[in-house]
């Protein structure tokens, strides 16, 4: 997912590591973009909380008013990772989602 590996490009150079394991996200809500910036909040808690990162969409669902993704994850090997910066949140700060052809194409901006 473009967006996620545009999030994790902000903390620098991830590699991961280990046993992976599957994750499922479900948002609901009436602002795609904000359903958007509620999943990448979730890949940051998840970095910073258990130090995994997602490695593999296994299937999402994105419509007008639900995200729903099923991910796989594990653990950032922090040996070999290259970190450049810390991300604090993603912000709210010209958030927003467009079709594009082909799917979509966002805009979102990270406090670090």
Known sequence: MPA???LYAAFGEL???GDGSILCFDFQGDDPSVMLRD???ELLILFERDQRCLVAVVDAAF???RLVVTVNT?????????FHREVKAITYHELSIRTVPGGYEATFIVDI
């Open 4 to 6: 996620a590996e545009g």
């Open 63 to 65: 419509t007008e008013s």
């Open 15 to 17: 590699v991961a590591g």
């Open 39 to 41: 999943f990448l909040t």
């Open 74 to 82: 594990a653990p950032v090997d922090l040996e070999r990772s290259a």
